[in-house]
């Protein structure tokens, strides 16, 4: 149990064009979804938090505008770049949990490139 | 939040010998966490350590907890060609539930 996908794995966009990713929770309710960033040979950085029908919680220099996340059910949560940038292409890795005690489930990532 | 910090940030190792990670956190966690990368892939989920002291083992991987709760380690005996990856700590404050991530430890392993 406890599986967490992604789509798409990959995508290449032109700068100047919005990209939406996904993340669901296949086999569990996720009250919390996380959304990190991770640059190649980089440690995993947290972008936002993501609670079901609420605004997500954006950390330190974190654009809100840019990054738009909305987590319309328990299972789904979307990361949109706006007006995406060479600058933004990177793994984008989100995470799911049933609670606040449980452990992440991450998904299996989507990597960004932007030309 | 707290600070993670985990070295070495790379470890090559001959096939066979063993070796250690360190995590060490700027303030009390509440529990850390270990996962492991492998190239191109996602952290998967290796174990959670919670009490002060705890020492866990999955076959050749050790983990200990320590007992302020603000470091912990991952030693690997015996390393393998499997082990190869990055290894990062992770670990959640007292008064928060955000993963605060290690900058990782890069695995290569030389036959």
């Known amino acids: 149990g406890a599986v967490v996908s992604q789509h798409p794995s990959w995508v290449i966009c032109k700068s100047g064009t919005s990209v939406k990713i996904e993340c669901r929770s296949l086999d569990f309710q996720a009250t919390t979804m996380f959304w990190y960033r991770q640059f190649p040979k980089q440690s995993l950085m947290l972008m936002a938090t993501?609670?079901?029908?609420?605004?997500?919680?954006?950390e330190q220099g974190v654009e809100k505008d840019k990054f738009l996340i909305n987590h319309a059910s328990l299972t789904l949560s979307t990361l949109t770049v706006t007006s995406a940038h060479p600058e933004d292409s990177s793994f984008y890795i989100c995470s799911a949990v049933r609670d606040y005690t449980d452990t992440q489930y991450f998904g299996p990532g989507t990597r960004l490139t932007v030309l | 939040g707290q600070q993670v910090m985990q070295i070495p940030q790379y470890q090559h190792v001959q096939e066979g010998e063993d070796f250690t990670t360190y995590c060490n956190s700027s303030t009390t966690l509440s529990n850390i966490q270990w996962y492991k990368q492998r190239p191109g892939g996602h952290p998967v989920f290796l174990i959670q350590?919670?009490?002060?002291?705890e020492v866990k083992k999955q076959k050749r991987l050790t983990f200990q907890f320590g007992e302020a709760k603000k470091n912990s380690s991952l030693h690997i005996t015996a390393t393998q060609t499997t082990d190869v990856g990055t290894y990062f700590c992770?670990?959640?404050?007292?008064?928060?539930?955000?993963?605060?991530f290690g900058a990782g430890t890069t695995v290569t392993v030389r036959a």
């Open positions: 993501s609670n079901e029908g609420s605004k997500a919680t954006y």
């Open positions: 992770a670990g959640i404050g007292s008064n928060d539930y955000k993963l605060s």
């Open positions: 350590l919670v009490k002060s002291g």
